[in-house]
Each structure stands twice: as structure tokens, then as C-alpha cells.
């Protein structure tokens, strides 16, 4: 049973999950290449992972088997496990509970793409609708406070498969990253009775600098404070707080969106190791008139070293603004199509 510990300096919890050493090369240093040859997420390997959570699949297609475009399972090395109690419980004044919660992978095309660029936007979509799924679904458990989206790309940013997925990882608690936010965002709303992140877009759209891709609902841009070279932010225009709202602003739009940003950003640092975050508000509210969902994208071109680790204080040597005149310049148009890519059908909502 995973655990989570609190560090009560700084309230920042941990997630201790021993199963998870079990792949050895989570601990030798040099990056290990992916691994290549047999691949558990391509199609008709569906009996290779956990069974299936959810899926979008062709009419008269049985679950685990061939006929899905996009499958979610559970990850076979969770980090927080779905059954059992949270049993908070104090140990001298150091506090603790279970590591209960969900952790999921979500398989973003049967056939072996390595980048979600690769996809129709069609199936961008899909992937998008399968994220806002999930996050409905599991916010139903009244022991879960919150629904961690995010990707990793390469295995610098921690990726041990290349079959382009994603993940969920639900926790018990809001995470001290996010309580930061909602904090900060809340200060500045009591104070001016505006939501932060809205004004942050509708100056970054004003001012121009930062701005990669801008649609009529949603806007990417390099923040003025990046702490990473090409550091890249997404986020609607106008005021949402959770992702799962996201079908009032249209997520072909949004797809579009993250595909263009994405394919920029591969084809300006040459398929760049990356992850990506979704922001968005806790299960434990619903909407929130001073947070502001937002995907943050973190290509992996530094290292973060003992400065950053001793002070939580970033050198970041690219200006957002050079960043983003770059990333504007270098073409949104896709790199290679799948080999027989899955066809379009239509989304089922
Ligand atoms: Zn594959
Ligand atoms: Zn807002
Ligand atoms: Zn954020």
C-alpha cells in the first residue's frame, strides 16, 4: 500500500510508492533509451495491460479487444491505489494516511505514434473528450480532492513507453502547487475583483509578445515569468475554472490549439522531450469565480540544479519574448502522418 507523508515545514505531502521501484531504471542515471520492439499499448495487445476503465470504440467492439481509438486502463505501476480507507493518522507530530487514489493511462491511438501531433485533430478531440470523461467520472469519489492530468514525452520527462499517452493521477488531497495558485489567484480577485488568469490572457493578447497561437476561445503563450526556454501556457480566453467545462468552449478548438502548439514546438527544438500539466480547480469545489484552468507545457531542455533545487528560484536563459517569436515563426503544419491512420469517425457526443 502506497503512502502519502506530510513534510510539516512546508505542508508539501509526498507520495512514498515502493511497487514502483520495481523498474530498475528508474534509478540509474543516464536517461535509459525507450524501450523499443513490443509495444503493450498498440492495437491487439489489449490483453498486455490492466483491463479497460473506458474507451472510445467502433460500434459492436468488445472491451479488450480490437476497435478502440482511444483506451483508458489503469497503470500497471500505480502510484496511489484505488481501494482501501485514507486512515489519516498521526505518527509523533509528523501526519500520514494511505496512498489511495487512481492512476491511469490513457491510450491516445491504437496504431505506434509517438507524439499526439501525429493524430487526426478529430482524434485530438477524442483524447480531449477522454480526459473531461475521466475527470467527471472520478470526481464522484468523495475520498478523491483532486485530478492530475499531464504527459510525458521522452524519457528525460519521465516517459518509459513512446506510444503517445497520457495520465491521471487523482489524489486525496489538493496539491500544494495548486493551493499556491488558487491562493495567489484569490488574493488578486479580492483585491480587484477580477479573475487573475483572465486579465493575464487578455493582456498577453493586448500586448502581443508572448502570443504563439490565438483562437477565437483559446490563447498559447510563453508566461512573462518562464521559468523553463520555451516554457508555453494554454488557456481559454474567457472564465473557466475546471477543465471538465471545456464543451462549452468547444474542444475542437481547444484540440486544434494544443496540436498547433505542439507541433511548433517539435518542429522548432526538434521533437523536444516535454511534459504538460492541466491546471485545473479541485474536485472539491465546483466553479470558482477566481481560478482559471490553463495546460502548462514544459519542454525538457535544461536541468533543474542545485540553485533551483535550494531556492525554488529558476534561470531561465531564453526571454519568453524570443521564445515565442520563434515558436510563431516555425510552421504548425503536421510533421509525418501516421502510417494507416485510424479513421475520423465521428465523436460520439
Ligand atoms: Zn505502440
Ligand atoms: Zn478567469
Ligand atoms: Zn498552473
Redesign the pocket.
Known amino acids: 500500500m502506497p503512502e502519502l507523508r506530510k513534510d510539516p515545514v512546508v505542508n508539501r505531502w509526498v507520495i512514498i510508492a515502493t511497487e514502483r521501484g520495481a523498474r530498475p531504471s528508474d534509478f540509474s542515471t543516464p536517461p535509459v533509451p525507450l524501450k523499443r520492439g513490443f ?4 492495437e491487439g ?1 489489449e490483453d498486455k495491460t490492466p483491463p479497460e476503465i473506458m474507451a472510445f470504440r467502433e460500434p459492436g467492439t468488445a472491451p479488450n479487444t480490437r476497435g478502440w481509438r482511444v483506451r483508458v486502463v489503469s497503470n500497471k505501476y500505480p502510484a496511489l491505489q484505488i481501494e482501501g480507507n485514507l486512515d489519516k493518522r498521526p505518527q509523533g507530530l509528523y501526519d500520514m494516511m494511505n496512498g489511495i487514489g487512481a492512476h491511469e493511462v490513457m491510450i491516445e491511438t491504437p ?2 505514434c509517438t507524439s499526439l501531433t501525429q493524430l487526426k485533430t478529430k482524434n485530438v478531440e477524442e483524447v480531449m473528450w477522454t480526459y473531461r470523461e475521466r475527470l467527471i467520472d472520478l470526481r464522484r469519489d468523495h475520498r478523491f480532492a483532486y485530478g492530475m492530468i499531464f504527459k510525458n514525452v521522452g524519457s528525460v520527462a519521465g516517459a518509459s ?3 503517445t499517452h497520457s495520465q491521471l493521477i487523482v489524489t486525496p488531497i489538493v496539491p500544494s502547487l495548486l493551493e499556491r495558485e488558487m491562493n495567489g489567484a484569490r488574493q488578486f480577485y479580492n483585491y480587484r475583483d477580477r479573475c487573475l488568469f483572465c486579465d493575464i490572457a487578455a493582456q498577453e493578447i493586448a500586448d502581443g509578445r508572448r502570443v504563439v497561437v490565438e483562437e477565437e476561445n483559446f490563447v498559447a503563450f510563453t508566461p512573462f515569468a518562464s521559468r523553463f526556454p520555451f516554457e508555453t501556457w494554454l488557456m481559454p480566453k474567457t472564465h473557466q475554472s475546471h477543465f471538465e467545462n471545456v464543451q462549452r468552449l468547444g474542444i475542437d478548438e481547444l484540440a486544434d490549439v494544443l496540436k498547433r502548439t505542439l507541433t511548433k514546438l517539435e518542429r522548432a527544438l526538434e521533437n523536444p522531450p516535454y511534459n504538460y500539466v492541466i491546471h485545473t480547480g479541485p474536485f472539491t469545489s465546483s466553479d470558482l469565480e477566481a481560478y482559471h484552468w490553463h495546460i502548462e507545457i514544459i519542454p525538457r531542455l535544461t536541468k533543474v540544479a542545485g540553485f533551483e533545487w535550494g531556492t525554488g528560484f529558476y534561470i531561465n536563459p531564453v526571454t519568453p519574448e524570443a521564445a515565442a517569436e520563434f515558436l510563431r515563426q516555425s510552421s504548425d503544419e503536421q510533421i509525418a502522418a501516421p502510417t494507416a491512420a485510424a479513421a475520423a469517425a465521428p465523436v460520439s457526443h
Open positions: 509495444c503493450p499499448f498498440c495487445n496504431e505506434h513507453l513512446e506510444h
